[in-house]
């Protein structure tokens, strides 16, 4: 895969941040079946000591059977220990590869027993809020993504440098497919295809530590919230001020599902869909250079521009936003997951005063050029910011008038030339409509 070093900030110094670039699978919850409590072999153990790390330190939740702390709530037994009777929920934790840096630590809130409400769809945890410590050792947590509605996410790092990760949540409904077939059929599809598994009441995630060492105190303290079945890690552009994500998932819930307060269509429930992030005040801050209060004083929803794929197209999404202490929450307000990709570019109060003063770029405006000459694209109409040309195609009526070289766009004589563009960034591409005006 080419990487785009200006994107990514590998090896230039004016980018300060840069993510992954792989695209994770949020994990299907494997919750044992009714009645079945018996625990997995695997992930990190609870906590026993002051100084042990890789572990988990505890576990309570609110139910409205009142407030519980779970005695053991790792989900690793010792070795050759018999399988045992969960009463409490518990957090399995599955440790990052240290020969890989991409790899990440995953987290999965699993139920003491989970009831099918049908085939393939599990009732989950039960409803309230769920509180847990995860301690990571040396592993440094850059981002954090939940699959669950936050109320709070936090770090700490202790005097010998370890660190542990902290999570007030609420379970949130997550639908799936369960074949890599289905998953190709969705993916062909835009993902305007149906669920086939699915729980109504999960929390799970991961955390990622950055790849470059200098950037991580910069990044600790973002978080992502989604529900998709196929998330990217999201990318940070301070040059490019935006946050953008390739989310995926099934357009509606699988047969068995309840319904109440979805949205219908079609006769089926929509998989009700959620993307939200917060984003630390530094990233804002390298990105407009605003101080924090100023930040907080001054950004409004006009200033935080995102964008979202919907039937091959992009449009302007809503966003709401909440200040934090030290950050500050953006929520896009999805209602679906049928390939929606959102990017949310941040903008200066001068920004949007300069960009609503300049001539609108939209299809069919026209410029004057001169015959002979060959001009790049950009020259000849308005190109998105950080988007490369990959294609150039003239209309079938402008033809005698202009023609593509290369990358270039020659002017052969008098007329009207009208083409269209292809540009990219990254997997996003869009089409560019342009009309010059020769002679």
Known sequence: MRVDADWYGLGVKRILFATALSTFVLPVLSSPGTGSAAVPNNGWPSCTTETQVECVESLSYTTVAGTFTAVDPGGELPAGAPMVQRTDPYVTVLGANPANPMTMVNFTVHPPRSNSLAPNVLAGLDEGTYSFVIRLGSYDPTQVGLSAEPISVSHSQRTDGSFSLSIVAR???????????????????????????????????????????????????????????????????????????????????????????????????????????????????????????????????????????????????????????????????????????????????????????????????????VVGKKYLPGSLTSVPSGYRVSRIVIGSASRSICSAMGTRILVRKKGTCSFTLSVQRGKITKSVKGKTRVG
């Not at 835009?190 to 470059?212: K, L, Y």
């Not at 030290?326 to 999805?334: P, Y």
Request: charged share 15%.
């Open 171 to 369: 379970p949130r409904p997550r639908v799936s497919v369960s074949s890599q077939a289905s998953n190709d059929a969705c993916k062909a599809s835009a993902w305007m295809c149906d669920g086939e598994a699915a729980t109504v009441r999960t929390i799970s995630g991961w955390v990622f530590q950055n790849v470059i060492p200098a950037n991580r105190p910069l990044f600790r303290g973002m978080w992502v919230a989604t529900n998709a079945s196929e998330a990217s890690i999201p990318s940070v552009s301070t040059l490019m001020r935006s946050i953008s994500v390739n989310l995926a998932g099934p357009h509606t819930v699988p047969a068995g599902f309840p319904t109440e307060g979805l949205t219908m269509e079609n006769g089926k429930g929509l998989n009700p869909a959620f993307y939200k992030f917060y984003v630390p005040f530094s990233i804002i801050e390298a990105m407009l250079a605003m101080a924090p209060a100023e930040i907080r004083n001054t950004l409004t929803p006009a200033m935080v521009k995102a964008r979202i794929s919907e039937a091959a197209a992009q449009r302007e999404q809503p966003v709401t936003l909440t200040m934090g202490e030290s950050g500050m929450l953006v929520d896009l307000g999805l209602l679906h997951y049928s390939a929606p990709n959102p990017e949310v570019t941040f903008y200066t109060p001068a920004q949007l005063a300069a960009q609503a003063a300049a001539p609108s770029a939209s299809a069919g405006q026209t410029k004057s050029f």
